[in-house]
């Protein structure tokens, strides 16, 4: 099963409004990443946040994590149309085979209507 | 800033035929890595390299995939021969290298290659 699962599948909310989305992985990491995808692009990383951190902010991006519960929230405050995207959390897994790969979460579809 | 650039940017064969997707990653980034991503299965990883040397390959479906990193600015993956369950986006993704007491660094991913095999 994927190391990282995003929650919800699919958010549709409203210009202005916030969007919250989950991710929950299985085993130990090292780091976590976000990253969105535009329709036909690539994935763009937006934050990474390191296992000793509890949370953290860049522009209108707050992730947290929360180790004990091996879960992560992405929260997009005041989302303009151009967040429309998918949203993917990533995880390295801490040592062993895992060691620099990152695994996917199957992503989060935002759409954010004007 | 030149980014990560795959190509071609589509593709559409025939089964059977040899399919070979490029990429270049950004300089000086010394980690390089293949994606598949479908809508059944998500993002996968095939293959990756640090320092032009394949570290884990346990991603490649089968025999028909191969890839290979010559030098530091250039990476092929290749099908042969294709079959149409191949049909997917290929994504290349490039970052620096990842160490013990940082981890995995942030991956710059390229635009992919839309592939359909007919």
């Known amino acids: 099963s994927q190391q990282g699962e995003e929650d919800p599948q699919a958010l549709s909310i409203q210009e202005g409004e916030n969007a919250t989305m989950n991710c929950s992985y299985k085993?130990?990491?090292?780091?976590l990443q976000w990253y969105r995808q535009n329709s036909g692009r690539g994935l763009v990383h937006l934050i990474l946040?390191?296992?000793?951190?509890r949370e953290k902010h860049s522009g209108r991006l707050r992730v947290t994590l929360d180790t004990s519960k091996k879960s992560s929230s992405l929260l997009i405050t005041a989302s303009r149309a151009a967040d429309t995207a998918s949203y993917f959390c990533?995880?390295?897994?801490?040592?062993?085979?895992?060691?620099?790969?990152?695994?996917f979460g199957q992503g989060t579809i935002l759409t954010v209507h004007p | 800033d030149a980014g990560v650039i795959q190509s071609p940017r589509h593709e559409v064969t025939e089964m059977g035929q040899e399919v070979t997707l490029r990429c270049k990653p950004i300089?000086?980034?010394?980690?390089l890595f293949w994606y598949r991503q479908t809508m059944m299965r998500g993002l996968e990883l095939l293959i990756y390299?640090?320092?032009?040397?394949?570290?884990?390959d346990s991603g490649m479906p089968e025999d028909r995939f191969s890839a290979k990193m010559p030098n530091a600015s250039f990476s092929t993956l290749k099908i042969q021969p294709s079959e149409p369950r191949d049909s997917a986006v290929y994504f290349c993704?490039?970052?620096?290298?990842?160490?013990?007491?940082?981890?995995?660094?942030?991956?710059?991913f390229g635009d992919g290659t839309r592939l359909s095999i007919l």
């Open positions: 946040i390191r296992s000793n951190e």
């Open positions: 390299f640090n320092n032009n040397v394949p570290i884990d």
């Open positions: 990533a995880t390295d897994g801490a040592g062993g085979t895992s060691y620099g790969k990152l695994t």
């Open positions: 085993t130990s990491i090292n780091n």
């Open positions: 993704a490039s970052s620096l290298k990842l160490t013990a007491d940082l981890g995995n660094q942030p991956q710059h």
């Open positions: 300089s000086g980034h010394n980690s």
